[in-house]
C-alpha cells in the first residue's frame, strides 16, 4: 500500500484503552492544584511538562524524521537566555534591555525558531546517527558560546526573568498555579500540534524522507527542505519550553545547557520512549520523580552521585528496551495478542536506526 | 534534445553557492590575517611575522593532538559504525590515570612535580600504563555492551553515552586518588625535564616550546605508525576490507569479531595516550570530556569519518580555526570578539558540510 494513501483507521480497542488513560490523566492535572500538595505542583508536575516539551521536540524529530537531534537542549537555552536578555532590565548580567514581557516572548521564539532554520539547513543533508554527531556538536558550541560571551551571559547566567513576568503568569513563586496551568495547556497544545502536523501532506512525505530519502529525492521530494523544516519546527516547540523554564527557574546558565544537560534531556527522551510523542512526558515525569527522590542515594560498591545512578538506569533501558516506557507498553499489548500496523512506533522498535545520509 | 540556454542561470548559482561562500570566506581569512587584521592582539602577519609564526605552531601542535584522539574515534566507527560518545570519557580517565601513575613514580605525594624531577621514563610509562588501562576497559565495553547490537547505531551511540555518564561521574567522585586533594580537582603531568624547555628557532627569533614540538612529532609518528598498520600489514588490510564491506570480509573467513576488538582497543588506546598528553598540555578536569568529545566531532565530522587523512584535514583546519581566531579576530571595546571563537567553529562546520555532507575526505555512506 501506498504510504500516502493514509486514511483514519477505525478507533481499536488499544487506542480506546489509551483515550481513557489519557483522559483521567488530564482530569486529575486539571484539578490537582486544588488539592494537591504546592510542593507536587510547584516543583514536580510544572517541571515535568515543560521538560516533556523539550522531549517532545526531540521525539518529533526522531520518530517521524529520523533525526536525533542532541541540539534541543541548546534550543531551548537560547530561548531562555533570549527571553532573559530582554527582559531584564537594571544591574543585572546580560543586555537588560528592559522589553515588555510578551514582546520578549515572541521575540525569544522568533530568534530561537530563526536559529533553529539555520542549524537544521546546516545538517539537513544528513540523518540518524551523523544527524547525531552534528547537532551534539552544536549543543556544546551553543554551551561554550554561553560560557565565554559576557556581553549575553557568562559563566554566571543571567538571573531575575521571574521577576518580569507577563501580568497572566505572575510571580511564579507566590502564584504556582498560574505558571502550572500555563505549562499544562501548552504542553497539551504543543501534543496535539505535533499529532495534527504528522498527519499532514508534510508530516507524511517527511515519515516518507525518514524511511527512504534517496526514494522520496527521486520523486521529487526536497529532503532536506523538509528536514530543515521538520528541525525548524521542534526549534519552535522547544523554545516554548525555553520561555517556561525561564519563567520556572529564574535564572538561566550555561550550565543549563552544557552537556549533561544535554545528554538529560535524551535520557528523558528514552525513558519515556523515542518512538511515541506521549513517552515525553511519561520520560520526563520519571527524571523529575528520580532525580527528586534518588539524589542522596549512592551505588554500592561504585560510589558517585546521582549521575552513576541516572547512567545505570538509562544503560539498563537501551539495553532491555531501547524504545522505552511506551515500547514496553506497547510489548504488553503485543504479548496479549494484540497487533498493530506499522507506524512510527514499530521503525523505532525495530532496530532504531534511522536512514543515514 | 536542445538545451535551454539561458543568460542567467539562477539555479546552478545556487547550487554553487557553497562552495562560493567557503572559498571566499578562505581567501577573506586569509587577507585578513596576513595584511588587514586591526585592533587585534597580534596584527596582520606582514607586520609581526613572529606571532603569525607562534600562532601556526600552536596550530599544528594542536592539530597533532586532536589527530591522536579524533583517529582513535575514526577508527571505531569507520569498521564497526560505532560512534563512541565514551571517547571523551576515556580521555579523561586516561589523563587521570597517568596522573596517578606519574605521582607514585615521582613520589609527588599530590603535588605537581617538577619537570626537573621528571626523566623521560617517568613521562612515557604513565602514558603507556594509561593506554593499556583504557584499551583494556575498551575492550570490555565493546565485548559486553557493543559486540550483540551491531549495525543498530543509535542503541549503540545510547550505550556509549550511558557509560560517558558512568564513567564521568565515578571519575569525579574517585580522581585525584590521594585524600589530600578534594575530589574532581583539575591535575596536570609534567613534561620530563629534557623537553620542557624552549628553543631558539631562528625564525624571526622566535623561540618555542620543544614539548609542544614533540607533541607535532607524536602525532605524525601515530599518523605514520597507524597508515604502515592500516595499508601495510594483513591486520590492516582486513580493517579496511572490513571498512569497505563488513559481510563480505567476514564471508570471505575473517573472524571479523577479532578484528572489531583489535580496532576498538587501539582506538580507546589512542584516547588514553591523548589524555596523557593533554594533562601535561594543559591539565585535565572534569569537564574535560565533553571539550574532548566534541574536538573529536568536529574533526571526524570536518574530515569525513573512517578516513586516516580526513582525520588529519579535519584536525589540522579545526586547529588552526581555533588558535587564529583567539589571536586574529578584534579586541575592539575589550569584551568583543575573541570569546566569539565558537561562532567559528560552527562557521567551519557549516561550511564545510554545506558543499561535502560527508566531510572532506568522507565517502558517502
Given at each position: 500500500?501506498?504510504?500516502?494513501?493514509?486514511?483514519?483507521?477505525?478507533?481499536?480497542?488499544?487506542?480506546?484503552?489509551?483515550?481513557?488513560?489519557?483522559?483521567?490523566?488530564?482530569?486529575?492535572?486539571?484539578?490537582?492544584?486544588?488539592?494537591?500538595?504546592?510542593?507536587?505542583?510547584?516543583?514536580?508536575?510544572?517541571?515535568?511538562?515543560?521538560?516533556?516539551?523539550?522531549?517532545?521536540?526531540?521525539?518529533?524529530?526522531?520518530?517521524?524524521?529520523?533525526?536525533?537531534?542532541?541540539?534541543?537542549?541548546?534550543?531551548?537555552g537560547?530561548?531562555?537566555?533570549?527571553?532573559?536578555?530582554?527582559?531584564?532590565?537594571?544591574?543585572?548580567?546580560?543586555?537588560?534591555?528592559?522589553?515588555?514581557?510578551?514582546?520578549?516572548?515572541?521575540?525569544?521564539?522568533?530568534?530561537?525558531?530563526a536559529i533553529?532554520?539555520?542549524?537544521?539547513?546546516?545538517?539537513?543533508?544528513?540523518?540518524?546517527?551523523?544527524?547525531?554527531?552534528?547537532?551534539?556538536?552544536?549543543?556544546?558550541i551553543?554551551?561554550?558560546?554561553?560560557?565565554?560571551?559576557?556581553?549575553?551571559?557568562?559563566?554566571?547566567?543571567?538571573?531575575?526573568?521571574?521577576?518580569?513576568t507577563?501580568?497572566?503568569?505572575?510571580?511564579?513563586?507566590?502564584?504556582?498555579?498560574?505558571?502550572?496551568?500555563i505549562?499544562?495547556?501548552?504542553?497539551?497544545?504543543v501534543?496535539?500540534?505535533?499529532?495534527?502536523?504528522?498527519?499532514?501532506?508534510?508530516?507524511?512525505s517527511?515519515?516518507?524522507?525518514?524511511?527512504?530519502?534517496?526514494?522520496?529525492?527521486?520523486?521529487?521530494?526536497?529532503v532536506?527542505?523538509?528536514?530543515?523544516?521538520?528541525?525548524?519546527?521542534?526549534?519552535?516547540?522547544?523554545?516554548l519550553?525555553?520561555?517556561?523554564?525561564?519563567?520556572?527557574?529564574?535564572?538561566?546558565?550555561?550550565?543549563?545547557?552544557?552537556?549533561?544537560?544535554?545528554?538529560?534531556?535524551?535520557?528523558?527522551?528514552?525513558?519515556?520512549?523515542?518512538?511515541?510523542?506521549?513517552?515525553?512526558?511519561?520520560?520526563?515525569?520519571?527524571?523529575?520523580?528520580?532525580?527528586?527522590?534518588?539524589?542522596?542515594?549512592?551505588?554500592?560498591?561504585l560510589?558517585?552521585?546521582?549521575?552513576?545512578?541516572?547512567g545505570?538506569?538509562?544503560?539498563?533501558?537501551?539495553?532491555?528496551?531501547?524504545?522505552?516506557?511506551?515500547?514496553?507498553?506497547?510489548?504488553?499489548?503485543?504479548?496479549?495478542g494484540?497487533?498493530?500496523?506499522?507506524?512510527?512506533?514499530?521503525?523505532?522498535?525495530?532496530?532504531t536506526?534511522g536512514p543515514?545520509? | 534534445?536542445?538545451?535551454?540556454?539561458?543568460?542567467?542561470?539562477?539555479?546552478?548559482?545556487?547550487?554553487?553557492l557553497?562552495?562560493?561562500?567557503a572559498?571566499?570566506?578562505?581567501?577573506?581569512?586569509?587577507?585578513?590575517?596576513?595584511?588587514?587584521?586591526?585592533?587585534?592582539?597580534?596584527?596582520?602577519?606582514?607586520?609581526?611575522?613572529?606571532?603569525?609564526?607562534?600562532?601556526?605552531?600552536?596550530?599544528?601542535?594542536?592539530?597533532?593532538?586532536?589527530?591522536i584522539?579524533?583517529?582513535?574515534?575514526?577508527?571505531?566507527?569507520?569498521?564497526?559504525?560505532?560512534?563512541?560518545?565514551?571517547?571523551?570519557?576515556?580521555?579523561?580517565?586516561?589523563?587521570?590515570?597517568?596522573?596517578?601513575?606519574?605521582?607514585?613514580?615521582?613520589?609527588?605525594?599530590g603535588?605537581?612535580?617538577?619537570?626537573?624531577q621528571?626523566?623521560?621514563?617517568?613521562?612515557?610509562?604513565?602514558?603507556?600504563?594509561?593506554?593499556?588501562?583504557?584499551?583494556?576497559?575498551?575492550?570490555?565495553?565493546?565485548?559486553?555492551?557493543?559486540?550483540?547490537?551491531?549495525?543498530?547505531?543509535?542503541?549503540?551511540?545510547?550505550?556509549?553515552?550511558?557509560?560517558?555518564?558512568?564513567?564521568?561521574?565515578?571519575?569525579?567522585?574517585?580522581?585525584p586518588?590521594?585524600?589530600?586533594?578534594e575530589?574532581?580537582?583539575?591535575?596536570?603531568?609534567?613534561?620530563?625535564?629534557?623537553?620542557?624547555?624552549?628553543?631558539?628557532?631562528?625564525?624571526?627569533?622566535?623561540?618555542?616550546?620543544?614539548?609542544?614540538?614533540?607533541?607535532?612529532?607524536?602525532?605524525?609518528?601515530?599518523?605514520?605508525?597507524?597508515?604502515?598498520?592500516?595499508?601495510?600489514?594483513?591486520?590492516?588490510?582486513?580493517?579496511?576490507?572490513?571498512?569497505?564491506?563488513?559481510?563480505?570480509?567476514?564471508?570471505?573467513?575473517?573472524?571479523?569479531?577479532?578484528?572489531?576488538?583489535?580496532?576498538?582497543?587501539?582506538?580507546?588506546?589512542?584516547?588514553?595516550?591523548?589524555?596523557?598528553?593533554?594533562?601535561?598540555?594543559?591539565?585535565?578536569?572534569?569537564?574535560?570530556?565533553?571539550?574532548?568529545?566534541?574536538?573529536?566531532?568536529?574533526?571526524?565530522?570536518?574530515?569525513?569519518?573512517?578516513?586516516?587523512?580526513?582525520?588529519?584535514?579535519?584536525?589540522?583546519?579545526?586547529?588552526?580555526?581555533?588558535?587564529?581566531?583567539?589571536?586574529?579576530?578584534?579586541?575592539?571595546?575589550?569584551?568583543?570578539?575573541?570569546?566569539?571563537?565558537?561562532?567559528?567553529?560552527?562557521?567551519?562546520?557549516?561550511?564545510?558540510?554545506?558543499?561535502?555532507?560527508?566531510?572532506?575526505?568522507?565517502?558517502?555512506a
Amino acid at each position: 500500500m501506498s504510504p500516502f494513501a493514509w486514511r483514519p483507521r477505525p478507533m481499536s480497542e488499544k487506542n480506546l484503552v489509551e483515550l481513557v488513560i489519557g483522559v483521567t490523566l488530564l482530569l486529575f492535572l486539571a484539578v490537582f492544584p486544588v488539592f494537591g500538595v504546592g510542593y507536587w505542583v510547584s516543583f514536580v508536575l510544572t517541571q515535568t511538562f515543560l521538560i516533556g516539551i523539550a522531549a517532545a521536540s526531540l521525539v518529533f524529530l526522531t520518530a517521524y524524521g529520523g533525526m536525533v537531534s542532541l541540539a534541543q537542549t541548546a534550543l531551548y537555552g537560547i530561548s531562555a537566555f533570549a527571553l532573559g536578555n530582554m527582559v531584564t532590565k537594571g544591574a543585572v548580567k546580560g543586555l537588560h534591555l528592559g522589553l515588555d514581557p510578551w514582546l520578549a516572548v515572541v521575540l525569544a521564539i522568533a530568534i530561537t525558531t530563526a536559529i533553529g532554520l539555520v542549524f537544521g539547513a546546516v545538517a539537513s543533508r544528513s540523518a540518524g546517527i551523523y544527524f547525531l554527531m552534528i547537532t551534539l556538536t552544536y549543543a556544546v558550541i551553543a554551551f561554550t558560546f554561553f560560557g565565554q560571551v559576557t556581553q549575553v551571559s557568562g559563566f554566571s547566567g543571567i538571573a531575575g526573568i521571574a521577576d518580569r513576568t507577563p501580568a497572566l503568569v505572575g510571580d511564579p513563586v507566590t502564584q504556582p498555579n498560574r505558571l502550572y496551568y500555563i505549562a499544562l495547556v501548552t504542553a497539551l497544545v504543543v501534543y496535539f500540534a505535533i499529532r495534527h502536523v504528522v498527519r499532514t501532506p508534510f508530516g507524511i512525505s517527511l515519515q516518507g524522507v525518514r524511511d527512504d530519502p534517496v526514494r522520496m529525492g527521486s520523486l521529487g521530494y526536497n529532503v532536506a527542505l523538509h528536514r530543515t523544516l521538520a528541525f525548524t519546527f521542534a526549534a519552535f516547540i522547544a523554545s516554548l519550553a525555553g520561555v517556561l523554564y525561564g519563567w520556572w527557574n529564574g535564572v538561566i546558565a550555561p550550565d543549563n545547557v552544557g552537556l549533561g544537560a544535554t545528554v538529560d534531556l535524551l535520557i528523558v527522551a528514552v525513558i519515556g520512549g523515542l518512538g511515541r510523542v506521549e513517552g515525553a512526558w511519561l520520560g520526563a515525569f520519571a527524571f523529575v520523580v528520580i532525580n527528586n527522590y534518588v539524589r542522596d542515594v549512592s551505588v554500592p560498591v561504585l560510589g558517585g552521585s546521582f549521575n552513576t545512578v541516572i547512567g545505570l538506569i538509562f544503560l539498563a533501558i537501551v539495553i532491555v528496551s531501547p524504545s522505552g516506557l511506551m515500547g514496553l507498553w506497547d510489548r504488553l499489548w503485543d504479548a496479549a495478542g494484540y497487533r498493530e500496523g506499522s507506524g512510527p512506533r514499530a521503525a523505532a522498535a525495530a532496530g532504531t536506526a534511522g536512514p543515514q545520509a | 534534445m536542445r538545451r535551454a540556454v539561458s543568460a542567467f542561470d539562477w539555479r546552478l548559482l545556487v547550487r554553487r553557492l557553497p562552495v562560493g561562500v567557503a572559498v571566499g570566506t578562505t581567501v577573506f581569512a586569509l587577507v585578513w590575517v596576513l595584511f588587514w587584521a586591526p585592533s587585534t592582539n597580534f596584527g596582520p602577519a606582514i607586520h609581526s611575522p613572529a606571532n603569525f609564526l607562534i600562532t601556526l605552531l600552536n596550530g599544528l601542535t594542536l592539530a597533532a593532538l586532536m589527530f591522536i584522539v579524533a583517529s582513535g574515534f575514526s577508527l571505531i566507527f569507520g569498521l564497526m559504525r560505532v560512534v563512541n560518545m565514551a571517547h571523551g570519557s576515556f580521555l579523561l580517565l586516561g589523563g587521570y590515570i597517568a596522573y596517578e601513575v606519574q605521582q607514585s613514580m615521582t613520589n609527588g605525594g599530590g603535588l605537581t612535580v617538577f619537570s626537573s624531577q621528571v626523566n623521560a621514563w617517568d613521562w612515557l610509562v604513565p602514558a603507556i600504563v594509561a593506554a593499556a588501562a583504557i584499551g583494556g576497559i575498551g575492550l570490555v565495553t565493546q565485548q559486553v555492551f557493543l559486540r550483540w547490537n551491531m549495525g543498530q547505531d543509535l542503541r549503540q551511540a545510547l550505550i556509549t553515552i550511558a557509560i560517558s555518564v558512568i564513567i564521568a561521574d565515578q571519575v569525579v567522585a574517585h580522581f585525584p586518588l590521594e585524600s589530600s586533594i578534594e575530589k574532581g580537582s583539575a591535575v596536570n603531568t609534567s613534561w620530563p625535564g629534557a623537553i620542557d624547555r624552549l628553543v631558539n628557532l631562528h625564525i624571526a627569533g622566535v623561540q618555542y616550546s620543544v614539548a609542544r614540538l614533540t607533541m607535532l612529532g607524536l602525532g605524525v609518528a601515530v599518523g605514520i605508525a597507524l597508515w604502515l598498520w592500516l595499508y601495510r600489514t594483513k591486520t590492516g588490510m582486513v580493517i579496511r576490507a572490513g571498512v569497505d564491506d563488513r559481510q563480505m570480509t567476514s564471508a570471505l573467513g575473517v573472524n571479523i569479531q577479532v578484528t572489531f576488538a583489535i580496532a576498538f582497543v587501539v582506538g580507546a588506546s589512542l584516547a588514553a595516550l591523548g589524555g596523557a598528553v593533554f594533562t601535561s598540555y594543559a591539565g585535565v578536569n572534569p569537564t574535560t570530556d565533553g571539550q574532548w568529545l566534541l574536538n573529536s566531532l568536529v574533526v571526524v565530522i570536518v574530515g569525513g569519518l573512517g578516513s586516516i587523512f580526513g582525520t588529519v584535514a579535519g584536525a589540522l583546519l579545526y586547529a588552526l580555526v581555533y588558535n587564529f581566531s583567539i589571536s586574529y579576530l578584534p579586541t575592539t571595546g575589550g569584551d568583543c570578539c575573541g570569546q566569539y571563537s565558537p561562532v567559528l567553529t560552527f562557521v567551519l562546520l557549516a561550511l564545510v558540510l554545506a558543499f561535502r555532507p560527508q566531510g572532506l575526505f568522507g565517502r558517502p555512506a
